[in-house]
């Protein structure tokens, strides 16, 4: 039961329809009961369980402390509260998923529940790739450069996976694992399948073992992979040679946008919100997403929250060099964040809630994998206890603060819809009452202003369209409003 929780946890936010806040919080909220829920159960029933998962975390306090530390102060520095404030909560997820799989003793059921949704995803964006347009059929249902982020980063570890399981299991794995490679090449994605080809050589000639019958068959395989994907994309080489403009002038806008921010950045999850002020082509296509995830995280969280990533990875590498030796299934696990990674270096896959958590999912399983667990006569209880009240206040607070997106959210779209049926006063009421439960949207106040300024209410329409330019400085409808306020009250004072 509790594995099939998470499969629904990681597959939910992937499919297209749920992209939405609403969704991202009722992920934030169904983490904080399992968070809770947790806890409580292994106090009860095994009394040196959260000990043993402090131990297996002890090594990861600095550099997770580290990143966690710099989301924080750069959420708080952020002129951009509206877009940072979720994110920050983003990243309270990721950070629970990485404690998760780092320290439950079950780890490896949980890293087949994650491969187990990418099967699933695979399937559905198979089924839509099999309707009429192919690429639009998987749009449809999925959006394939996200699902071939996530492709990317288990299709290792479930190869491995299905070497090691019994003659049914094997069966269903080795279908999947297939199942996945052919959905990757029906995503569309070019990168994706430079990336993939390099993960398939290294995996191969580091972790490929068995007789030279085998080996043969497994090279041809992979020659057969880039025969078909060189033919579906014989049209995307001359991509090596040409920089898209729009995706240079997207990285160098993140570039603006670091040595305007340097330290902190313009806050976690800002940068579409920040784009309009710091766009290097007042032509090109404006974009919430920087197509770099590193130039993205340093335009974001600036130096601070960039250099923090950079020494947890460089840490976890480490260790795996270290102590993972002669083990597949770590090493393939391995390969793929660092496929993942590759392909974000061009892509948007870790901008999202969801693939950042399946990257930290599996980060979490590599450093559990990879720890030395001390002896029983370290266990505390005043350790257990106070890791107990960490975690349950951290669990309430992340379920608190999603609920109270989750109302202000709501409130706004109720406040839009009475508005598009001319009903003013219920379109004031709920925005008014939305803003009870998050005052940093700046939709909310713009829905106030507008309301007070078809009332004729100028100085009280004048103060929320300030608020909501100061909520989000670079947004332009906000900006026209303020010219179209001053219009009226210029007209009211017959000037």
């Known amino acids: 039961m509790r594995n099939a929780f998470l499969f629904v946890i990681f597959i939910h936010p992937l499919l297209r329809g749920c992209w939405d806040l609403w969704s991202q919080v009722s992920i934030h909220v169904a983490w904080s009961v399992l968070a809770f829920a947790g806890m409580l159960f292994l106090f009860r029933r095994f009394p040196g369980s959260i000990s043993a998962a402090v131990d297996d975390l002890s090594n990861a306090l600095i550099p997770l402390g580290l990143m966690f530390g ?28 990485f404690i998760l799989f780092a320290a439950h003793p079950g780890r490896d059921n949980l890293l087949k529940a994650l491969l187990g949704g990418a099967a699933v995803l695979a399937f559905i964006g198979g089924v839509g790739a099999a309707l ?49 490679v052919l959905c990757l090449l029906f995503t569309g994605s070019f990168l994706a399948f430079l990336v993939f080809l390099i993960v398939l050589i290294v995996f191969f000639a580091r972790a490929g073992g068995g007789t030279s019958g085998a080996r043969r068959g497994v090279w041809i395989a992979c020659a057969l992979f880039l025969v078909i994907g060189a033919w579906l994309y014989r049209a995307e080489w001359v991509k090596l040679t040409h920089l898209e403009p729009d995706r240079w002038s997207w990285w160098r806008s993140a570039l603006r946008m ?28 404006s974009s919430l997403y920087a197509h770099n995830f590193f130039l993205e995280m340093l335009a974001e969280r600036g130096i601070a929250g960039a ?19 002669g083990d597949h299934l ?18 948007i896959a870790f901008s999202f809630p969801s693939g950042s958590w399946a990257f930290w999912s599996l980060a979490g399983y590599l450093w559990g994998a990879t720890s030395a667990r001390r002896s ?24 608190y603060a999603s609920v109270r997106l989750f109302w202000a959210d709501r409130s706004l779209a109720q406040a839009r819809f009475a508005l598009s049926r001319g009903d003013a006063a219920t379109a004031q009421a709920f925005a008014e009452k939305g803003l009870a439960w998050n005052r940093r949207e700046p939709e909310l ?41 001053a219009e009226g009250m210029r007209l009211r004072h017959g000037r």
């Open 132 to 180: 009429p347009g192919m690429r639009a059929g998987m749009e449809f249902a999925v959006n394939p450069n996200l699902l071939a982020a996530f492709l990317l980063l288990v299709l290792p570890a479930m190869a491995v996976t299905a070497f090691r399981e019994n003659a049914l299991r094997r069966i269903f794995w080795w279908a999947a694992a297939g199942i996945c």
């Open 258 to 285: 670091w040595s305007r921010h340097p330290l902190w950045g313009v806050g976690p999850g800002a940068f579409g919100e920040a784009y309009p002020g710091f766009r290097a082509d007042q032509r090109g296509l």
């Open 445 to 485: 106040h713009s829905i106030l202003a507008h309301v007070a300024a078809v009332e004729q209410r100028w100085d009280e329409a004048l103060r929320h369209n300030e608020e909501s330019r100061r909520l989000s400085p670079f947004t332009t409808r906000f900006q026209n409003e303020a010219a179209d306020i």
């Open 307 to 325: 250099g923090a990533f950079l020494f947890s990875i460089l840490v976890l590498w480490r260790r795996v060099r270290e102590k993972a030796v």
């Open 376 to 399: 029983e006569g370290t266990i505390r209880v005043w350790l257990e206890r106070g890791a107990i009240a960490l975690a349950l206040m951290l669990s309430l607070g992340l379920g």
């Open 330 to 347: 770590l090493f393939s696990a391995a390969l793929g964040l660092a496929g993942f990674l590759v392909y974000n270096f061009g892509n």
């Open 70 to 97: 710099a989301s924080l102060v750069s959420t708080f520095m952020s002129p951009f509260p509206h877009s940072s404030y979720p994110s920050f909560l983003n990243d309270v997820n990721a950070l629970g998923f």
